[in-house]
Nanobody
Framework: QVQLVESGGGLVQAGGSLRLSCAAS????????MGWFRQAPGKEREFVAA????????YYADSVKGRFTISRDNAKNTVYLQMNSLKPEDTAVYYC??????????????????WGQGTQVTVSS
């Protein structure tokens, strides 16, 4: 069982930056693909970014490409999401997830086995 805990969310003005962290306990993340998803009020959860177990491959939703960067530090058992040039439409609860079944950079929530509790990101205009 993997426990994931997100942190780093908060309130930021449009154009600002935040860095989210996802720390794992009980088991190492080095063999898991990792992803970030988000869910805005009244909307379905959507894919944001994913990174392969080695960190060698990344994949982004078109809506965040060029603004967000996913990375991982397997020695620290932590995955990050650097978010720059934030927009009000980025406002959502952000979740990290771990996949033990799918290699590469899965972008479907059904491919993920473990989820964090989420962290709120609010971007004001």
């Amino acid at each position: 069982q993997v426990q994931l805990v997100e942190s780093g969310g908060g309130l930021v003005q449009a154009g600002g930056s935040l860095r989210l962290s996802c720390a794992a306990s009980r088991r190492t993340l080095s063999s898991y693909a990792m992803g970030w998803f988000r869910q805005a009020p009244g909307k379905e959860r959507e894919f944001v970014a994913a990174i392969s177990w080695s960190g060698g491959s990344t994949y982004y939703a078109d809506s965040v490409k060029g603004r967000f960067t996913i990375s991982r530090d397997n020695a620290k058992n932590t995955v990050y999401l650097q978010m720059n040039s934030l927009k009000p439409e980025d406002t959502a609860v952000y979740y990290c997830a771990a996949s033990r079944r799918v290699a590469g950079t899965p972008d479907q929530d059904l491919d993920y086995d473990y989820w964090g509790q989420g962290t709120q990101v609010t971007v004001s205009s």
